[in-house]
């Protein structure tokens, strides 16, 4: 029952990013801690975001890589890596409760105020997204806010954002899950989650350009996927674990 719940967070999740370009994380967040150790879900997020974001970018590895996403990715690795440090010491009853603020917070700004926030092209502009990014791919591996407001201000074309946002997640992702492997957050649980997890986030790939194509508004889904992140946040705080 369990192995179902997850694949259907991350099949929703995978749907989402594919037709709207973010969700995956943030869904299987809202989710996973529900049954999981909070290590465990931040690793399995780990993974499955290496793999979508690999699908995802297919013959956009032909295109040219633009310079802006160094500044930001550069950041990332520093505060990520200090900030995983801290996550370590905290008690998971503390985690949940925090991870439980942090949904609901983060569900309000992208329904109400993601649209008017926006980070300068410039190299400050691009240090405060990647660190921003880095504290919250640490503590509740939900990354891709920041970096999507910062591409979507700075790139010149739809096919520089979306390569931009695609490369970072694939190399934030991959250095997030390093150090969940060195962290020792690795387990055979974590393991048959994430394989799980990976039939169900191609599978929601293959339905999110299916859906893409057929103009599915993804405005609906988003407000859907915040609903839950909004229900979740509030049980984690109420509950804590």
Not at 94 to 121: D, E, H, P
Request: hydrophobic share 55%; charged share 10%; glycine share 10%.
């Amino acid at each position: 029952m369990l192995y179902l719940l997850c694949a259907a967070a991350v099949f929703a999740g995978s749907l989402l990013q594919t037709v709207t370009g973010l969700g995956l994380a943030i869904l299987t967040m809202a989710v996973l801690p529900f049954f999981l150790p909070l290590s465990a879900a931040l690793a399995i997020s780990s993974f499955l975001g290496v793999g979508h974001s690999l699908c995802s970018l297919g013959k956009n590895f032909r295109l040219k890589v633009s310079t802006k996403i160094f500044v930001p990715v550069l950041t990332y690795f520093v505060v990520s890596a200090v900030m995983s440090r801290f996550m370590i010491s905290l008690s998971s009853d503390v985690a949940i409760r925090i991870l439980g603020v942090f949904l609901i917070i983060l569900s309000v700004f992208l329904l109400f105020w993601q649209k008017r926030v926006k980070f300068s092209a410039s190299i400050k502009g691009g240090i405060v997204a990647g660190a921003v990014s880095g504290i919250m791919g640490a503590l509740f591996g939900i990354n891709g806010p920041p970096l999507a407001i910062y591409y979507l201000t700075t790139a010149d074309s739809d096919e520089e954002y979306l390569l931009n946002i695609r490369l970072s997640f694939l190399i934030t992702c991959l250095y997030t899950a390093g150090l969940r492997i060195l962290s020792g957050y690795i387990t055979v649980e974590v393991f048959k989650y994430s394989a799980v997890g990976l039939v169900a986030m191609l599978t929601g790939i293959r339905t999110g350009k299916h859906l893409s194509a057929t103009r599915v508004r993804g405005e609906t889904l988003k407000k859907a996927v915040y609903g839950t992140m909004i229900l979740s946040g509030l049980i984690y705080l109420v509950q804590g674990r």
